[in-house]
């Protein structure tokens, strides 16, 4: 059930409301048409899959999510298939590729990286650099999941990797402000249940993230090295749960 009380539906809400700024903003209405279409999609499958198996129909807070950021970092541009089929990836990566009775990747990332790769998908992350709208939001769910340590972990090493290089090309430090895809980090990077779920294992995460991604890109990858960065450290997370809950020990 969507409760406004739930960080789920406050979710919903914010990234609706933040389209529908952007479609006017942008003058944009095929964002909007192409993002139902991903919703719709995500939340339909979810519905088949949830009936087959408890002969209840129930449209999931979740699956609505998947389907919104799909709409987000796809490319208005594409054929429209290419959302159907980068929401039905993710949705089904949940129910397939599972470890100890917990999907493994992140199902958005993994719906929109497939379609990169396997359709010749293109993204736009639409709104990502509209920092002073994204950060704030993306701060208040990452401290209501309890994921600030991601966070932490990826401005940390982001700063300490880009301010370097900034410095070596002589540039000014605050240009690397400018690389950061702040939607990317602060919607999808902290999905609660992709992620670790101690302190120590989250800011490992974040960093760990910061530093694939750094050296990806600068070594010139052609795929897209956040998502599949995403991706990598989604299949590390019960080896960062496991080495941080003996941490917590000693």
């Not at 895809?181 to 609660?192: A, N």
């Not at 990806?216 to 080896?239: H, R």
């Amino acid at each position: 059930m969507f409760k406004l009380k739930s960080i789920k539906t406050q979710l919903i809400l914010y990234l609706l409301c933040f389209a529908v700024f952007l479609s006017i903003k942008d003058r944009d209405i095929a964002f909007l048409a192409t993002t139902l279409i991903a919703v719709i999609a995500s939340s339909a499958l979810e519905t088949i899959i949830l009936f087959f198996k408890t002969k209840t129909f129930k449209i999931t807070e979740s699956s609505v999510i998947t389907g919104l950021i799909v709409g987000y970092a796809l490319s208005a541009d594409n054929v429209w298939w290419n959302f159907v089929l980068a929401s039905a990836l993710g949705i089904l990566s949940k129910s397939l590729i599972r470890f100890r009775k917990k999907h493994i990747f992140n199902p958005a990332g993994f719906g929109i990286f497939l379609a990169l790769i396997l359709f010749g998908a293109s993204t736009q992350w639409k709104g990502t650099y509209l920092w002073y709208i994204v950060v704030p939001f993306g701060f208040y769910f990452a401290a209501k999941i309890r994921k600030i340590e991601i966070i932490t972990g990826y401005a940390m090493v982001s700063f300490v990797l880009f301010g370097a290089q900034a410095i070596l090309q002589n540039v000014p430090f605050w240009n690397i402000f400018g690389y950061f895809s702040y939607f990317y980090i602060f919607i999808m990077v902290i999905e609660p249940l992709t992620t670790p779920t101690r302190p120590i294992g989250k800011f490992l995460f974040g960093a760990l993230l910061a530093l694939l991604i750094f050296i990806l890109t600068e070594i010139g990858v052609k795929f897209d090295a956040e998502l599949f960065s995403l991706l990598a450290l989604n299949m590390a997370v019960p080896v960062l749960n496991k080495i941080s809950h003996k941490g917590g020990r000693t």
